[in-house]
């Protein structure tokens, strides 16, 4: 940080081909090039972190069918908490923390519309990428404003120790309800009971889960808040209450399946008057500031832990953290933290 | 109807065996029997007609899942239309027409629990089975209460042609939305378009339906009507509008299937904010009587047609119409016309 910004080199990670199985390192290509100049009305950005999204492999496919798309040949979409290090824009000072948007790279030249600021007195730089970001504020409107659990009724959560599972378990204790957790090992169902105080978590892993589930949910299960699809959702549909709630954040097991696969149990929807409903974070944008505030003050008061998974590296290191993300490593928010961040 | 009705042979239907494929004859067999005496607090009921429901093949499954079950060696449940024959019953007199839930077989003894009232001057009695009956009942609440289509919305209806989507689509234009409906042949579009005023009509054994689809419906689909599932769901799916709901009212396609397979396009629902939710028709049953007081006045005014297809026969004859009904051989209700009845 000591020199001009010529002298900066820049990574930038491009997709090199769309992936088959799980997206590795041999998908992704990183070149380097001095960092952007600094355009009047930007700024200029160094990247700390970057959050891993299970997400990035759905836009990867061969397909226009999602949200975004990245082709073979483009930067590959991503959001980076860092620091302005040069500003061209009024309103930004050098040496405050923001949110921007400008792919995977160690500097992003960008105006206002692709910058959030980062209050990092409310929560640490790498959770405004996590817990405290989209992640976090997914867990939170699904469940303060689209499921509303209340006190006795159960809330399964899918993916419970993933970055959004982990916020959204405990929002649910928060509001009262009974929180069932499934994740993929031991270590995990741990961690959840003992950390994030999850009522009960199950390893779906182990052979007799659904039967594990069946005992955990005698009164079966109010709301799947589901980001995983696949068995998982398949089985647990089976549980659902009378009128109950599949609130579909994801499908993480299927975004590198060659053919995705629905739940063949969605004949209970009908059997029980129970929904299964799409949510996106994004219609929720002009409430995200009330939500932080919210959340902030429940970090403070202890109710709510941020937790994230900081693998180091740099720019060229995301694919490799991206492959750990799809082994499941993490507990919670698997972010890549960058040399600017050390 | 002239002698004792000790004279009088009543068939009854039972069930064999747990069917594979589409139920046939084989897994059914009719035994007779002396017509049932009529006990204290109970009329004689003289089975006219009885609908044949795709429903059936799923309650006969080797399975505890659903509503109901029949084992083999039970009778098979249904409702037969039908005529009272002997009264013991104060309220009830000789040569009312009524609705009675007594199994498959000609002499139906019961008490008030499993009796309903047939004014059929409201509509003829074999209606009482379909579109005036629960199949009607059903499309009436699926879109009067459940989906409630504004005018500018499209209605997409899967299985236009049976008896829950004939009424459907009629219904779903009387409240001035585009009414698109898939069914199984040409001729089956002619009736739709022609007959009950759909707006297009598809047949989903073209190659290229789903292409026809996507021309109909410029703005995508606001509601899919589906009591189909399958692959027509399936690909429907992938045209849900921004807030739409899939009402779900029965999986016609996957109840004779050994594996019941689920929409695989789920993941659409995610996309587009979308809701797929179950109902039943049986949570509506305080308010038959206004539903039927309303479709009453539609059908004098001749706004709504009850179309139903009968097949003569005796209850022996009953698991033959039950094929040709999964073989898609009706226009509207299929129902069994008893020999009573002519």
């Known amino acids: 940080m000591s020199s001009g910004q010529n002298e900066k080199i820049n990574q930038q990670l ?33 990247s700390h972190y970057f959050g891993l999204d299970a997400a990035l492999r759905l836009i990867v496919r061969d397909s226009d069918e999602f949200l975004f798309r990245v082709r073979p040949g483009d930067l590959v979409r991503g959001t980076a908490a860092g620091r302005v290090i040069e500003s061209k824009l ?30 990092v007195s409310q929560a640490p730089l790498e959770a405004w990428l996590g817990g405290f970001g989209v992640s976090g504020l997914t867990a939170y409107f699904a469940l303060i404003k689209e499921c509303k659990p209340q006190p ?4 399964l959560v899918n993916g419970a120790a993933g970055a959004v599972g982990s916020i959204a378990g405990q929002i649910a204790k928060l509001a009262g309800a ?14 959840l009971v003992n950390e994030l105080g999850y009522d009960i978590a199950i390893n779906y892993k182990d052979s007799d889960w659904y039967d594990q589930l069946v005992t955990a949910a005698p009164d079966r299960l109010d709301f799947i808040f ?8 398949d089985l647990s549909l089976k549980l659902i209450a009378m009128r109950g709630t599949v609130l579909l954040c994801g499908s993480t097991s299927q975004y590198a399946q060659e053919e ?18 799409g949510y996106v974070i994004f219609d929720y944008v002009d409430q995200y500031e009330e939500a932080r505030t919210q959340m902030a003050g ?28 799809y082994e499941g490593k993490n507990l919670g928010k698997m972010v890549l933290k960058l040399p600017a961040a050390i």
């Open 226 to 233: 589901d980001n995983v699809g696949g068995e998982v959702l």
């Open 90 to 119: 009024s309103g930004y000072e050098v040496g405050e923390y923001v949110l921007a948007s400008g792919g995977v790279q160690n500097f992003i030249a960008c105006g206002p519309g692709e910058l959030e600021r980062c209050d």
């Open 152 to 155: 006795g009724q159960t809330v």
């Open 298 to 325: 429940w970090i403070k008061d202890g109710k709510l832990k941020i937790p994230s998974f900081a693998v180091s590296g740099d720019v060229c290191d995301f694919p490799e953290a991206f492959k750990q993300l």
């Open 178 to 191: 009974t929180v069932i957790g499934l994740t993929g090992s031991e270590e995990k169902c741990d961690w």
């Open 14 to 46: 491009f997709l090199k081909q769309v992936p088959t199985g799980i997206a590795g390192p041999e998908d992704f290509e990183t070149k380097e090039s001095p960092a952007p100049e600094c355009g009047n009305g930007q700024v200029l950005v160094e």
């Open 260 to 277: 995705m696969r629905g739940p063949d149990n969605y004949i209970w929807l009908g059997t029980m008057r129970a929904r299964m409903q």
